[in-house]
């Protein structure tokens, strides 16, 4: 069995069982499933190994062909106790699934990219053996899904990759008492040096009470309990004890920062008449991110983001990391690149991924999947999407930025349509109405409405035989009248109506510098054909970014090929394409921006 690793570390329970493996499995063409009850039968014909999709190597099957509905099924050995509820987990399902116990439909949800759990005790028998079914349908035709870099059409081509449909993260079962914790948000309110702790329970119960151990590096900081007189329940604690160099006024003290990824340890206690009938563990970072005089602060100190775009695809597995290592793998390369950050692009990644973010000190801006086309279902689906990723997501110290929209994906006519810029608008003050710790990006590209940066996207520096291309790529990236007047494809960078406010100005799509080492067919947005000139063209080009004295950091296209794409700085299947000290080097310039009230 693959992906053994516990899959919700901000939010862990010692009991549980991990449903990941092998699974049955039925391609349904003809959409007979549910009329034939195959949620009754024994066993499915084929096999599967969760949670990779069919059309990957890892799952057993290899198919790239199009199936629009998939059914699962698996027998799992558990017998129910007294007093106990049993909560079945899928981190993410792509994309409209109906989960079946024991025959009993007991959920639906819709959306390809977030977690979701149903409780099964009531759907479960009283013997040893619990039958769960899935059918999954995925709408290959329908452009108002948010389906991100996932192709519509047969093949993959240019910038879309090949589809997943079904389970692509990890099942598992857990077993909780009758009244259980149910939510946890954490908030670091930094200059208060406290963090906010909300917590509920499933439902209201008498003689609660909630107690809390904060720990940091294994000394105590703070605990205590809490009387749980309703379901929820919200509190402060002060995490710095009133010692100066526990904060960050000399140096980062124990702040959270890529540098300095210093995390703090807590675990919860939901007492019931003096005993403990459940028990989550969880960590958070004191991290503060705002924009001020034109710049981006983290922790109250202007702080230059070095980002790479990062698609989340790996050519045996696609959308699902082979294996825990392999988060770890990207991260550890791109640091060692020089770089602190990712803009996980069009995709929003397993919490494993945010996890070793937040413990080897590594910046996240987090997507949703965009959809292609504009419609009322469209903008329902994306305010459900987003309002599940911030409760997914909302405790991980490493997401700093949401992306909302990206190139007017979805919102084709945003430039000058009234209503498009109304949902950008709506987009923007709704994630900053629900998550007030970070920054939203309105239209990441062009056509922004209201936004937090002004992130532009520009691939026009073109190859050393283009120096004309290039002297107009240099030109704008030192003109602030220039670069915000610059056109992007036929998109102005603010929308009708919209301008620039005193944002900073961040270059998040760029780059793109084609360099094939696979004797694979494939494109970039420029071409080179050996190493030393992938590393001069990488080097003329940072040059120009890291001299500008308008930007405020940068988003480089991209980690890795992914597919056709041969515009990585590693191979699809992770191997360097030159000697990344070298990238390292360019990376680490000097940058001095100009800082103006």
């Known amino acids: 069995m693959r992906r053994t690793e516990y899959p919700r570390p901000q939010f862990v329970r010692q009991n549980w069982l991990n449903l990941n493996g092998t699974w049955g499995f039925e391609f349904d063409d003809d959409n007979q499933g549910k009329q034939e009850k195959w949620f009754l039968r024994e066993a499915l014909s084929n096999e599967i190994q969760v949670p990779f999709v069919y059309q990957t190597e890892e799952s057993g099957i290899n198919d790239r062909s199009i199936h629009e ?19 079945l987990h899928f ?12 025959g009993q439909l007991v959920f639906t949800h819709e959306g390809g990219y977030t977690s979701f759990e149903v409780d099964i005790t009531e759907a479960m028998d009283n013997d040893t053996t619990q039958n769960i079914t899935v059918r999954v349908f995925d709408p290959h035709q329908d ?29 598992w079962i857990e077993e909780v008492h009758e009244i259980y914790l149910q939510d946890l948000k954490l908030t670091p309110l930094f200059d208060a040096h406290k963090i906010h702790i909300e917590a509920s329970i499933n439902r209201q119960w008498p003689n609660l009470k909630l107690g809390y151990q904060i720990t940091y590096k294994n000394e105590f900081v703070g605990t205590g309990e809490v009387k749980m007189e309703n379901a929820a329940i919200d509190f402060a604690v002060d995490v710095i004890g009133g ?23 807590l675990n919860l206690f939901l007492y019931q008449d003096e005993r403990v009938i459940d028990h989550v563990s969880s960590y958070f970072g004191m991290r503060k991110i705002h924009v001020e005089n034109g710049m981006v602060y983290l922790n ?4 230059y983001q070095k980002l790479v775009l990062d698609q989340g695809y790996w050519p045996e597995s696609l959308l ?14 791109a640091k060692e690149m020089g770089f602190n950050g990712c803009r ?24 949703a999947a965009s959809p292609a086309w504009y419609s009322k279902q469209m903008v329902d689906r994306s305010l459900k999407e987003w309002g599940e990723i911030v409760a997914r997501d909302y405790n991980h110290p490493s997401i700093v930025t949401w992306v909302p929209v990206n190139e007017s994906w979805g919102v084709p006519a945003i430039q000058r349509d009234r209503q498009q810029q109304h949902f950008s608008q709506t987009m923007y003050h709704y994630l900053h109405s629900v998550d007030t710790t970070r920054l939203v990006i309105s239209n990441d590209g062009w056509s922004m409405t209201e936004t937090d940066i002004c992130a532009i996207h520009n691939y026009a520096h073109g190859t050393e035989e283009e120096e004309k291309k290039y002297n107009y790529f240099v030109e704008t990236l030192n003109s602030k009248e220039t670069i915000l007047s610059h056109l992007s494809a036929p998109w102005s960078i603010y929308a009708e109506g919209f301008h620039h406010q005193g944002e900073p100005i961040l270059l998040t799509e760029f780059g793109g510098i084609g360099y094939d080492v696979s004797g694979q067919p494939g494109w970039g947005y420029t071409s080179v054909k050996d190493e030393a000139t992938f590393l001069k063209e990488y080097k003329r080009i940072m040059d120009a970014v890291s ?43 000097f940058h001095l921006p100009v800082i103006s009230c």
């Open 143 to 171: 452009e108002t899904i948010l389906r991100g870099k996932q192709t519509w059409e047969e093949e993959s081509r240019s910038i879309w990759y090949t589809n997943s449909t079904g389970i692509w993260q990890t099942v």
């Open 91 to 102: 981190g993410a399902v792509d994309y409209l699934t109906d989960v079946y116990v024991n």
């Open 243 to 265: 010692k100066i160099f526990n904060q960050n006024f000399h140096g980062e003290g124990r702040s959270w920062t890529p540098e300095t990824p210093n995390l703090y340890d």
């Open 547 to 589: 001299q500008s004295q308008i930007l405020w950091g940068y988003c480089y296209t991209q980690l890795t090929d992914v597919e056709q794409e041969i515009n990585g700085l590693l191979t699809y299947d992770r191997l360097p394409k030159c000697d990344l000290t070298e990238i390292k080097k360019i990376n680490q310039q």
């Open 344 to 367: 996980k692009h069009q995709k929003t990644e397993d919490p494993r991924f945010l996890y070793h973010a937040d413990r080897l000190g590594y910046l996240v801006w987090g997507e």
């Open 300 to 303: 109250n100190k202007p702080y």
């Open 69 to 87: 509905i998939v059914w699962y099924k698996r027998e799992v050995d558990l017998t129910p106790k007294p007093a106990k509820r049993y909560l």
């Open 320 to 333: 699902t990391a082979p294996s825990d290592e392999a988060f770890v793998q990207d991260i550890q390369l």
